[in-house]
C-alpha cells in the first residue's frame, strides 16, 4: 500500500469511502453539484417596463370593484427612486374587495419568454401579476399569485404557472398563454382583508 494511500486512509477512515474516493479524485465528482450553475447564468434577463421613462406614470390606469358597485380605490405613481408604486384601499362594502392597475404592452420582450421576473416589495399581501392576450376587460386574463414579505424580494413567476381566469373563476379550455402575444399586463389585489396597501415595484422582467 504506497503513502498517499495510507495518508488518505488516516484522514478519511471516519468518513468513509465515498470521501476518499472524492479526495483523490475531486475533478469526477465536483463537477456534478455544479451542474445547475451554468444554467442559471445562460438565462437573459429584458426589462419589460421602465419606470424612469417620463411618461411611463401615465401609462397605468385602475380598475377597482367600483365598477361592481364597491368602493375600494386604488393608484398608480412613480416613487421619487423611480418606481412604480401600486396602493390604495381595499374595501369589502357592497359585496366589493378587489382592485386593481394595469398597462397596455406591444410585445416588449415576452416573446419566447419562460417566466416573469419580478423585483417588489409588499406588505404581507398576496397579490396576483396578471397578463391578456387582447386588452378587452371582458376577455381572458392569465394569473399568477405571490406572497409578499414586507422586504424587497425577487419574484419568479414560470409561464406554466399562470392560470386563466375571468371575474376570478378558472376557465377551463382556455388557449394556451403566449408570451409574445401578451398586450396587457398588471396587478391585481383580491382579498377579504379590507384596508390599505401598498406594492412597491422595482423591475419587472422576462426571463428568456
Same mark, same amino acid.
Given at each position: 500500500m504506497n503513502t498517499l494511500f495510507k495518508? =488518505? *486512509? $488516516?484522514a478519511f477512515g471516519l468518513m468513509g469511502v465515498a470521501a476518499i474516493v472524492w479526495w483523490l479524485a475531486p475533478s469526477e465528482v465536483a463537477?456534478?453539484?455544479q451542474q445547475s450553475a451554468p444554467l *442559471? =447564468?445562460?438565462a437573459q434577463m429584458v426589462n419589460i417596463i421602465d419606470f424612469e421613462e417620463q411618461t411611463e406614470e401615465s401609462r397605468w390606469r385602475n380598475v377597482d370593484d367600483t365598477v361592481m358597485g364597491g368602493v375600494s380605490q386604488s393608484a398608480f405613481s412613480i416613487t421619487p427612486n423611480g418606481?412604480? *408604486?401600486f396602493s390604495g384601499t381595499l374595501s369589502l362594502e357592497n359585496n366589493g374587495g378587489?382592485?386593481?392597475v394595469r398597462r397596455s404592452v406591444d410585445d416588449a420582450g415576452l416573446t !419566447? =419568454?419562460?417566466a416573469i421576473v419580478l423585483r417588489v416589495k409588499g406588505d404581507g399581501r398576496v397579490y396576483q401579476f396578471r397578463l391578456r392576450m387582447n386588452e378587452s376587460? $371582458?376577455?381572458i386574463s392569465y394569473r399568477s399569485e405571490f406572497e409578499t414579505s414586507g422586504e424587497w424580494q425577487t419574484v419568479r413567476l414560470p409561464i406554466e404557472s399562470f392560470e386563466p381566469v375571468f371575474? !376570478? $373563476?378558472i376557465v377551463a379550455g382556455a388557449p394556451t398563454l403566449e408570451p409574445g402575444n401578451v398586450r396587457q399586463l398588471g396587478f391585481l389585489l383580491a382579498s377579504k382583508e379590507s384596508g390599505s396597501f401598498t406594492l412597491e415595484i422595482e423591475s419587472i422582467q422576462s426571463e428568456l
Open positions: 495518508i =488518505a *486512509l $488516516r463537477p456534478q453539484a *442559471l =447564468a445562460q418606481y412604480g *408604486l378587489f382592485t386593481s !419566447g =419568454a419562460q376587460n $371582458r376577455d371575474r !376570478g $373563476r
